[in-house]
T-cell receptor, first 115, second 113 residues
C-alpha cells in the first residue's frame, strides 16, 4: 500500500532534549516536506526537499533541521526543543516528474508536546 | 506575501444540500491550487488539484473552480452526506519549481443526518 509513515505518532518530552521524528515514503517520490499545524494558523511549511541531498527552508524553519540522505526518508530533527514547538506535525511526499498534476500525499501526523 | 483565507471557518448543513466552500488568495502568481480533506486525528487527503491554466476540476460529487485574476477558488459539494463531515483545506503553490505551499486555515464542515 502506498503510504507516508511518520514515527512516533505521539511524543511528550521536555525542553532541550534532542528528538527526531522520522518520515518514510514507499512511492519513490522525489519531493518531501514537513509542516506544522497550529490552531488558527493552519499548516505552515517547515522544510522541503526536492530530491536526495537537496533541502530548502519553508516559512517556519527556525529551530528545526532536516536531512535527505536517502530518497525514501526525510527525518525532522529538533536539536533543542522548546515549548513553542508543541504542535501537530505532518510529513508529505509528491512525485515531481511526469504529469504536472501530482498531489501531495500526507502521513497521519505526529502530535508533539514539549514541556 | 501570499495569504490564503477560507471563509466560513465552520459550517453545518442538513444532509442532501449542495454547498460551496470558499478559498481566496492575495497573490495571483500561483502554480496550482489544491483542495484537501482532513478527518480528525488523520492526515490530509488530496481531493482536487487545479493547475493555474485550468478553470475547474471535477471528481464525483466534487467540483473545484479557479479564478486566478480575482484570487478565488470554490469547492462545490453536491448532495452532501454525513460522511462528508471533515475539515476542508485549500493550498496554493508558488511559482513553478519551488514547491512551496501556503495553506488556508480550513472550513470545518458538519453534515447533519
Amino acid at each position: 500500500e502506498a503510504q507516508v509513515t511518520q514515527n512516533p505518532r505521539y511524543l511528550i518530552t521536555v525542553t532541550g532534549k534532542k528528538l527526531t521524528v522520522t518520515c518514510s515514503q514507499n512511492m519513490n517520490h522525489e519531493y518531501m516536506s514537513w509542516y506544522r499545524q497550529d490552531p488558527g494558523l493552519g499548516l505552515r511549511q517547515i522544510y522541503y526537499s526536492m530530491n536526495v541531498e537537496v533541502t530548502d527552508k519553508g516559512d517556519v524553519p527556525e529551530g528545526y533541521k532536516v536531512s535527505r540522505k536517502e530518497k525514501r526518508n526525510f527525518p525532522l530533527i529538533l536539536e533543542s526543543p522548546s515549548p513553542n514547538q508543541t504542535s501537530l506535525y505532518f510529513c508529505a511526499s509528491k512525485k515531481t516528474g511526469g504529469p504536472s498534476n501530482q498531489p501531495q500525499h500526507f502521513g497521519d501526523g505526529t502530535r508533539l508536546s514539549i514541556l | 506575501k501570499q495569504e490564503v483565507t477560507q471563509i466560513p471557518a465552520a459550517l453545518s448543513v442538513p444532509e442532501g444540500e449542495n454547498l460551496v466552500l470558499n478559498c481566496s488568495f492575495t497573490d495571483s502568481a500561483i502554480y496550482n491550487l489544491q483542495w484537501f480533506r482532513q478527518d480528525p486525528g488523520k492526515g490530509l487527503t488530496s481531493l482536487l488539484l487545479i493547475q493555474s491554466s485550468q478553470r475547474e476540476q471535477t471528481s464525483g460529487r466534487l467540483n473545484a473552480s479557479l479564478d486566478k485574476s480575482s484570487g478565488r477558488s470554490t469547492l462545490y459539494i453536491a448532495a452532501s452526506q454525513p460522511g462528508d463531515s471533515a475539515t476542508y483545506l485549500c493550498a496554493v503553490s508558488r511559482t513553478s519549481g519551488t514547491y512551496k505551499y501556503i495553506f488556508g486555515t480550513g472550513t470545518r464542515l458538519k453534515v447533519l443526518a
